[in-house]
């Protein structure tokens, strides 16, 4: 059979400082994290997948969004440049919107789809849980109106295959409709963005539920899940905020 030959490219769209519980829960309160913010671009013989968008920049820039937004977090807003925006990380690569076949939206919060508003007119696919969960506001995190972007929206459920070896794993817990991203490659183990169903390696290590849990049981089965893929299937799991792990990786614009 013949391998896919895709490769990823992490795209660091900001950070963020929060209490550690908020990715352990119930472990590291009163210890404060850096957590970067990222995208991930996947390209393929067969085209082109961006995974999550970072924040929505003007809410970060401008004052009254920024306080109107950000105000009651104990931290603050995320530090993120108008060149750290996807677009502008795209840009660089010489690619616009128009030249992804698709953008996945892991889940809908404002650190991981308040970009959208720079993809307007684009296949967004999320599952419908998920955008039923943000329009609906379930949580602190998803913020108003970046359900609304204008943007096709693509509703899909269960596990579902985007292009040859890129595929959507269902890991609910940490969201209603939370989803990670395997992908395979021409060389070397394939990959699985874990999304928010794991902050950090520490999640993996010792499968502890992230702190902010739409279902703290089906979270800390979807963490068992990625560890028995990584088991059962060689997968390198990669956490999604966190730093160490991060720093440890190839710059831009270097791919794996």
């Known amino acids: 059979m013949e391998m896919a030959s895709n490769r990823i490219l992490p795209l660091l769209t900001g950070y963020?400082?929060?209490d550690k519980t908020l990715s352990t829960r119930g472990r590291g309160e009163g210890t404060v994290i850096t957590a970067p913010i990222l995208a991930y671009?996947?390209?393929?013989?067969?085209g082109r997948v961006l995974y999550d968008v970072g924040c929505d920049f003007s809410k970060v820039e401008?004052?009254?969004e920024r306080q109107?937004?950000?105000?009651?977090?104990?931290?603050?807003?995320?530090?993120?440049?108008?060149?750290q925006r996807t677009v502008a990380w795209l840009e660089r690569l010489g690619l616009a919107p128009a030249d992804l076949d698709m953008v996945v939206c892991g889940h809908l919060h404002f650190d991981h789809a308040g970009g959208l508003?720079?993809?307007?007119g684009c296949d967004v696919c999320v599952h419908e849980r998920e955008l039923?969960?943000?329009?609906?506001?379930?949580d602190e995190a998803y913020f108003d109106g970046e359900a609304q972007?204008?943007?096709?929206w693509r509703c899909v459920t269960g596990d579902r295959e985007l292009m040859p070896g890129v595929r959507l794993l269902e890991t609910p817990g940490h969201t209603a409709g939370h989803y990670s991203l395997w992908i395979e490659r021409e060389q070397g183990r394939p990959i699985v963005l874990a999304g928010d169903a794991a902050d950090l390696q520490e999640n993996l290590d010792d499968e502890v539920a992230p702190g902010l849990c739409f279902d703290e049981q089906q979270a800390l089965g979807s963490i068992g899940r990625l560890n028995d893929l990584a088991a059962t299937e060689d997968a390198w799991l990669w956490p999604n905020h966190d730093l160490a792990f991060f720093n440890g990786l190839?710059?831009?614009?270097?791919r794996y």
């Open 132 to 138: 039923a969960a943000a329009r609906n506001g379930a």
């Open 149 to 152: 972007v204008p943007v096709n």
């Open 250 to 254: 190839k710059a831009f614009p270097q």
């Open 16 to 18: 963020s400082r929060y």
């Open 41 to 46: 671009l996947v390209e393929g013989a067969n």
């Open 62 to 64: 401008q004052p009254a």
């Open 117 to 120: 508003c720079d993809f307007r």
């Open 68 to 83: 109107r937004y950000y105000g009651d977090f104990p931290f603050g807003a995320p530090e993120m440049s108008a060149e």
